[in-house]
Every structure is written in structure tokens, then in C-alpha cells.
């Protein structure tokens, strides 16, 4: 088969990483892609957010099958234009894309499903988000409805910026994201990822995993898109995964599908775990970045059937033949991330580096030039490792970081320190 990945990233690495595992994979193209994935595959320059574009080029490069890693062309509508065109395609349709999209319309799903998730108020005007704030208890979840880079939620410690945060939700300080928002209880308890395939009808659970959004050691400091993670998640243990699935899972799908618009694709369920119980946090229609990476780790070249399988509407034949391994990730990132960084700094010592399927350095931000690899982003490298144990995997992911030459870049040092 003609495969093609929409996306850029350290995701986007590890999925055509897994994809060319497979014998049914006889060329891979990635858009746009990176350095490190035109080491392993072709890339192709195309606007992956304009459907027309997307159509066009598969149909001019006889793809067989479309995998659509990030949010973004999810949201515009791209699977539902290659859909249309009979184009088979990984990923969610535009109108299912907002359980992403939108936080309110998440809400209300979880409200319809009787899905456990956090109280919530929604607004479209600052008076009444404000007046709601009045009998509510601190800390307080301040939430722009829409897409926001993963920064368009203020967790406040006091109403005074709980109202601050409102006032810049509704004065543009997100973008359109903020035009509406959310207003949510705090939730106590210790978060995970849950990765769940999904084909319109049947679920899939294919791991969990944890990540580490500070950028800190010792989970402090500024959020980021991710500074590492690691799978399998111990929190989630197959007893809340059984009831995350029945609870809350299996009702939205089921919700979903009585709207008339199916789910499929891959569902990111952010879980919050207390007492036993979990309670949706948020879903994301898409894998996690970088906790793909560590999930391809773990899967290997069984994640295309999976992935082909959702898309074909066949998950209920369909099953994961699990290893008894952990995978970790250290994200690599520029000096002054996530705030203001150099880029083109130049990378030495990938090429020393091991390259099996317990040992992979996914790029996320880096381009060739003059045969050697630079940094253009804030996360650079995903420097990624497979062990019998986590520890293991630990081990071993920091022995690459340690043979990497780039003295421009920054790790945390303490990833997987909460499970390990
Ligand atoms: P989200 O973009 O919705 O995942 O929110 C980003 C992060 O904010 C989550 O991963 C949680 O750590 C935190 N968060 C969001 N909503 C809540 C909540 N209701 N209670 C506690 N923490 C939350
Ligand atoms: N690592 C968090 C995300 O992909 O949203």
C-alpha cells in the first residue's frame, strides 16, 4: 500500500517509524515532515490543513491510505474531504473532531452520556462567567472554548485571577478560542492518558501513558507541550481502565454515533484518577506529542493493521498482542523553552546513536542543512527507549541523550520519576 502521514512532528516520526515496520507498507510519504523523517521516508511539501490540496496529491501519488496526526487539519475537515473523494483515511470526521474543537460541546456530550467529567458552567459573556465564579469553590478551571495550542486553560488559585483570566479569554487574548468558555470544577487526583482506537461503533484500548508538561524537574516550573512520558501508565491499572471504558468511552461513542457523526479514529481520553474512579479531564482526537512516541515504541509494525482496521470499520476482529515492556521518552528541547529560543544551532552525535526497536531518536523541530542536522524548533529530539521495565527504559533513553552533542539544547533529567 501507498501510505501518507499529515504532519511534523516527533508524532509524525513515530507513526511513519511504526508504518514502515509493516510488509504492507511499500511506500510511505509524510507532509511536510522533518529531517529525521526524510531519513526514513519521502516528504512532500503540501498546505495539510486545505482538504483540496490533500485530495489532490493523493490522488496524483496513488495513496491508498491517509493517517492525519495532528488537530488541526482534523478540525478543518480534511478526513471528511478525502472521505468523500474514497480516499480510506485514519482520523476523525470534522464535526466528531469537536470533541477536541470544543470544550463545551465535550461538556455536553458528558452530560447527554452521563459520563463522570468535572461540574461546569459554559458562557459566551463575561457578566455571567463572572456571576457563576460567585458560588463556586477554589481552586477554579478557567477554559477558552476552542483550539488553543495547548494554552487556553488558567487553573486559578483566587477569584481575582480567575477573573483576569476571563477577561482575557472574552478580549481576545486566545483568539477566537475564547469567543466562549468554560468554567470548571478543580479536580483532585493523579492524571492519565488513555489511547483508545475507535471505528465508529467498536473501541480499542491501545495503552496508556503519562506525561510531563512542566518544564521543570520535579513536574515545575512552565507548561509545556511535554518535556517527556513514558507507557504504560501505572495509575491506570486494568481495573479503571475497564471502568474508564464503560463509563465514559463506550457512552460517548455511543452518544456520538446517535448524532450521526461516528467516531473513528484514534480518541486521547485525559483521565483524572481518585479514589479508584476516573473522571474525564479533556479528549483530544489525535495521539498525544510525545506520547505517540512511546506507544509506537510499544507497538511496533502491528500499529498500521490496528490503525487500518479502525478505519475499515473492523475493530471488533481486531486485537493488540501486548509485550510485557515500557517505553520512555526524553524530549530534547532548545535553551530557553517554552519561552523565546535560538534556532539553528547545529546537532552532533545522532549518528553514533543505536537505531532498533528499543532505542529510536524521533525528531520533532529539525531541519538538514549542509548534510548536518539543525535545530528549528523548541522540541528538537524525542530521544526514545524500550526496556523489560521502566527503569530499563530509562536507562537506556538517557544514554543516548548523554552520546547527543548539542550544547543549545535542555532536557528534564527526572522523567518517568513518578512512576519509577
Ligand atoms: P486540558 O487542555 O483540558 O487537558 O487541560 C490542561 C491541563 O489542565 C490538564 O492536563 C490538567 O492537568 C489540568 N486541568 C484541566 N481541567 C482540569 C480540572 N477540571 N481539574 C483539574 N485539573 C484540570
Ligand atoms: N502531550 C500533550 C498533547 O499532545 O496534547
Given at each position: 500500500?501507498?501510505?501518507?502521514?499529515?504532519?511534523?512532528?516527533?508524532?509524525?516520526?513515530?507513526?511513519?517509524?511504526?508504518?514502515?515496520?509493516?510488509?504492507?507498507?511499500d511506500k510511505l510519504v509524510v507532509a511536510p515532515g522533518n529531517a529525521g523523517i526524510a531519513q526514513i521516508?519521502?516528504?512532500?511539501?503540501?498546505?495539510i490543513n486545505d482538504g483540496g490540496a490533500v485530495v489532490e496529491f493523493a490522488e496524483r501519488n496513488n495513496i491508498d491510505f491517509v493517517i492525519i496526526g495532528p488537530e488541526a487539519p482534523l478540525a478543518a475537515g480534511v478526513a471528511d474531504r478525502l472521505r468523500e473523494a474514497g480516499i480510506p483515511v485514519f482520523g476523525p470526521s470534522k464535526a466528531a473532531?469537536?470533541?477536541?474543537?470544543?470544550?463545551?460541546?465535550?461538556?455536553?456530550?458528558?452530560?447527554?452520556?452521563?459520563?463522570?467529567?468535572?461540574?461546569?458552567?459554559?458562557?459566551?459573556?463575561?457578566?455571567?462567567?463572572?456571576?457563576?465564579l460567585r458560588g463556586q469553590s477554589l481552586p477554579i478551571v478557567v477554559k477558552a472554548d476552542g483550539l488553543a495550542a495547548g494554552k487556553g486553560v488558567i487553573i486559578a488559585e483566587t477569584l481575582a485571577e480567575a477573573e483576569a483570566a476571563i477577561d482575557d479569554m472574552f478580549g481576545g487574548g486566545f483568539g477566537d478560542a475564547g469567543a466562549e468558555v468554560v468554567i470548571e470544577e478543580f479536580m483532585h487526583g493523579e492524571e492519565a492518558s488513555f489511547f483508545i482506537l475507535c471505528d465508529g461503533e467498536n473501541v480499542l484500548p491501545i495503552g496508556s501513558a503519562q506525561d510531563h508538561k512542566r518544564v521543570g524537574e520535579g513536574d515545575t516550573g512552565l507548561n509545556t507541550g511535554g518535556m517527556g512520558a513514558y507507557s504504560p501508565a501505572p495509575v491506570l491499572t486494568d481495573e479503571i481502565a475497564e471502568r474508564a471504558l464503560a463509563e465514559i468511552i463506550r457512552p460517548t461513542m455511543a452518544e456520538m454515533a446517535r448524532r450521526g457523526m461516528p467516531y473513528q479514529g484514534v480518541l486521547y481520553a485525559g483521565l483524572m484518577i481518585e479514589n479508584g474512579a476516573p473522571r474525564l479531564v479533556e479528549y483530544n482526537v489525535r495521539f498525544g506529542d510525545p506520547e505517540c512516541q512511546v506507544l509506537m515504541m510499544r507497538l511496533g509494525a502491528q500499529a498500521f493493521d490496528l490503525m487500518h482496521a479502525a478505519a475499515e470499520g473492523r475493530l471488533a476482529e481486531a486485537q493488540v498482542n501486548w509485550a510485557d515492556d515500557h517505553a520512555l521518552t526524553v524530549v530534547l528541547a532548545a535553551k530557553g523553552y517554552p519561552a523565546t529560543y535560538e534556532k539553528g544551532s547545529l546537532i552532533r552525535g545522532l549518528d553514533t546513536l543505536p537505531e532498533n526497536n528499543s532505542n529510536m531518536v524521533f525528531h520533532a523541530g529539525t531541519k538538514e542543512e549542509n548534510g548536518g542536522i539543525v535545530a528549528v524548533g523548541g522540541r528538537v529530539l524525542n530521544v526514545t527507549a524500550r526496556g523489560e521495565t521502566l527503569a530499563q527504559a530509562q536507562q537506556r533513553a538517557y544514554a543516548m541523550v548523554d552520546a547527543i552533542d548539542w550544547p543549545e539544547g535542555f532536557c528534564r533529567r527526572d522523567i518517568g520519576w513518578r512512576a519509577l
Open positions: 500500500m501507498n501510505i501518507l502521514i499529515l504532519g511534523s512532528g516527533g508524532r509524525e516520526h513515530s507513526l511513519a517509524w511504526a508504518v514502515l515496520q509493516n510488509p504492507k507498507c521516508a519521502d516528504c512532500a511539501t503540501i498546505d473532531a469537536a470533541l477536541e474543537a470544543s470544550k463545551a460541546f465535550t461538556k455536553e456530550i458528558c452530560d447527554a452520556c452521563g459520563a463522570p467529567t468535572a461540574a461546569y458552567g459554559h458562557f459566551a459573556d463575561p457578566a455571567a462567567a463572572k456571576a457563576y
